[in-house]
């Protein structure tokens, strides 16, 4: 009985964490989302000091109000073709919670599109590709108007590994 009832609690857990307002972005025609409390700020682009040695997702650091933070650019994580910037591009800041502390990331994607209120009946799991893809990074596939949204788990987008590394970035 004692197994059932944590078995319900995390299921309840999981619906209440899915369940929400998301801000919704693009890369490369398709369509993300990533819970509206992890969003700090959005800002247009502006001049990113690269990082010597890092991998080839992170794009550098910016200074933003006194503040270094890691930027890292979603299509090269993704393993999508590269774009140059456009006026449209911006960095989506947001808050990571890492095994020691959280930590500001800054995500550059396309365009940011608008914040929606997804209810758990339009979210669906993610399809299992298989064991050779990792799919952990994603909460789910939001289903509206006819289109697909990924729900990313922005805490999850980076590996352990990664962001210890970005976290002794300068």
Same mark, same amino acid.
Do not use: H, W
């Given at each position: 009985m004692e197994?059932?009832t944590?078995?319900?609690?995390?299921?309840i857990?999981?619906?209440?964490i899915?369940?929400?307002k998301?801000?919704?972005?693009?890369?490369e025609?398709?369509e993300?989302?990533i819970?509206?409390l992890k969003?700090?700020?959005? &800002?247009?682009m502006?001049? *990113?000091?690269s990082v !010597?040695?890092?991998?080839?997702?992170?794009?550098g650091v910016?200074? #933003?109000?006194?503040?270094?933070?890691?930027?890292?650019?979603?299509?090269?994580?993704?393993?999508?073709e590269?774009?140059?910037?456009s006026e449209?591009?911006?960095?989506?800041v947001v808050?990571?919670?890492?095994?020691?502390?959280?930590v500001?990331i800054?995500?550059v994607?396309?365009?940011?599109?608008?914040?929606?209120? &997804?209810?758990?009946?339009? *979210?669906?799991?993610? !399809?299992?590709?298989?064991t050779?893809?990792?799919?952990?990074y994603? #909460?789910?596939?939001?289903?509206?108007?006819?289109?697909?949204?990924i729900?990313?788990?922005?805490d999850r987008v980076?590996s352990?590994?990664e962001?210890?590394?970005?976290?002794?970035a300068?």
């Amino acid at each position: 009985m004692e197994n059932a009832t944590k078995v319900m609690s995390q299921a309840i857990s999981a619906t209440t964490i899915r369940t929400g307002k998301y801000l919704t972005f693009t890369l490369e025609e398709e369509e993300y989302g990533i819970g509206i409390l992890k969003v700090k700020e959005i &800002i247009g682009m502006m001049p *990113i000091t690269s990082v !010597p040695r890092t991998p080839e997702f992170v794009k550098g650091v910016i200074n #933003l109000r006194g503040k270094v933070i890691p930027v890292i650019d979603l299509r090269v994580k993704f393993t999508m073709e590269s774009i140059s910037y456009s006026e449209r591009t911006c960095i989506i800041v947001v808050e990571i919670d890492s095994e020691s502390e959280t930590v500001l990331i800054g995500v550059v994607v396309d365009a940011v599109s608008e914040v929606l209120n &997804i209810k758990e009946e339009q *979210i669906e799991q993610a !399809p299992s590709f298989g064991t050779r893809l990792n799919t952990d990074y994603i #909460l789910g596939m939001a289903k509206m108007e006819g289109k697909v949204k990924i729900l990313l788990d922005i805490d999850r987008v980076l590996s352990a590994g990664e962001l210890e590394a970005l976290e002794k970035a300068p």
